[in-house]
T-cell receptor, first 111, second 112 residues
């Protein structure tokens, strides 16, 4: 079954440390996205990609980098994690202007 | 400001009743999607309705789209306890790059 798999499921990071969140999709979709969700709020787009080896900034890219080394894989990198980056992060994939398939999320706690 | 937003923060209904969640948006769109997120899970798509469509159904779900008033509604009939979730609308803002902006969500509780 086509899916989006995120790893790790949860992580505790120290302030100033580097964090890498990984996402793998088996949907053969061109588009991949990283969103963050803060408690009680909707999803905000951080970075997205429509082709391997290329990424685009979303609405809240500051403090985050993204990497798309292949069609299947899309990573979100926090070079210097900060307390304000504590959130749940969701990866999604889609075809052009079609429904998104989301992963189960990564809970990140920065201390 | 939010490009898409649901009009209610939270709703509660009794099992078997019908409920409607409303959404308004601020820009031209090519499509609007409704998602449901259950506790501890990622959002799951319910309905995608394109700007040239006025209504779309998926089982007990019915979505409408009014581009003149820039609004959409999602109706659920014969609600069940498992419909308890957060419901989001998301719009593509007709930017041509297929990224969707999500509203803050409406929390629906279905009471047995």
């Amino acid at each position: 079954e086509a899916a989006v798999t995120q790893s790790p499921r949860s992580k505790v990071a120290v302030t100033g440390g580097k964090v890498t969140l990984s996402c793998h999709q088996t949907n053969n979709h061109d588009y991949m996205y990283w969103y963050r969700q803060d408690t009680g709020h909707g999803l905000r787009l951080i970075h997205y990609s429509y082709v391997a080896d290329s990424t685009e900034k979303g609405d809240i890219p500051d403090g985050y980098k993204a990497s798309r080394p292949s069609q299947e894989n899309f990573s979100l990198i926090l070079e210097l994690a900060s307390l304000s980056q504590t959130a749940v992060y969701f990866c999604a994939s889609s075809e052009a202007n079609s429904d998104y398939t989301f992963g189960s999320g990564t809970r990140l706690l920065v201390i | 400001s939010q490009l898409a937003e649901e009009n209610s923060w939270a709703l509660s209904v009794h099992e078997g009743e019908s409920v409607t969640v409303n959404c308004s948006y601020k820009t031209s769109i090519t499509a609007l999607q409704w998602y449901r997120q259950k506790s501890g899970k990622g959002p799951a798509q319910l309905i995608l309705i394109r700007s040239n469509e006025r209504e779309k159904r998926n089982g007990r779900l019915r979505a409408t789209l009014d581009t003149s008033s820039q609004s959409s509604s999602l109706s659920i009939t014969a609600t069940r306890c498992e419909d308890t979730a957060v419901y989001f609308c998301a719009t593509d803002a007709a930017t041509g790059n297929y990224k969707y902006v999500f509203g803050a969500g409406t929390r629906l509780k279905v009471i047995a």
